[in-house]
């Protein structure tokens, strides 16, 4: 086991040992949190590279590690409010360095993060209960999509899509 420098509320495990950890930022006294940071650590529990989701706030955090070790999509699931899901990707930052490459998934969508396909090159991203009509399978890295199902329409869904799932193979959902 390890002790890493930071109160991670989630992790994931990825190539040599390094570790993506997610961790609540709390204003002073705060009993909730007012934002969240993505940070890379070493296999020593060294701090590599720090990113801080503005709009988290006491958000529920989660990492899905994509199948290569050096990806993840981190979700921040806000209750009522919503969810964030950040894309991932560690780069090389000169003198063998790594460092975060983050970006928003889904914007103003509230996606939950279905998983990634077997081979990792597409994730599916869930509908929120807040509006539980569309599921959306995209790309990865490149996150142009691949595919999208909008219940809205169909009267034999009355409830929406849920937001559990995941691929069945490389080629289904469900």
Do not use: K
């Not at 009993?31 to 940071?37: E, N, V």
């Not at 890295?141 to 809205?152: K, N």
């Amino acid at each position: 086991s390890r002790r890493i420098p930071l109160a991670a509320d989630a992790a994931g495990l990825l190539q040599d040992g390094m570790i993506i950890a997610t961790a609540p930022v709390f204003a002073r006294g705060a009993t909730w949190s007012t934002a969240h940071r993505i940070v890379l650590l070493d296999r020593g529990g060294a701090v590599l590279d720090d990113h801080l989701v503005p709009d988290a706030c006491g958000a529920v955090a989660g990492v899905t590690v994509h199948p290569g070790l050096t990806q993840a999509v981190v979700e921040f699931a806000m209750g009522q409010d919503g969810t964030i899901a950040q894309g991932v990707q560690l780069r090389p930052s000169g003198q063998g360095l790594l460092r975060l490459d983050v970006r928003e998934l889904l914007a103003g969508e509230d996606p939950v993060v279905g998983g990634f396909s077997p081979s990792g090159d597409a994730v599916l991203l869930l509908p929120h209960p807040n509006d539980p009509s569309t599921a959306t399978v995209l790309a990865w890295p490149d996150l142009h999509p691949l595919g999208r199902y909008d219940c809205a329409d169909d009267p034999s869904i009355e409830h929406g899509i849920g937001f559990t799932g995941g691929f069945l193979g490389e080629d289904h959902v469900i």
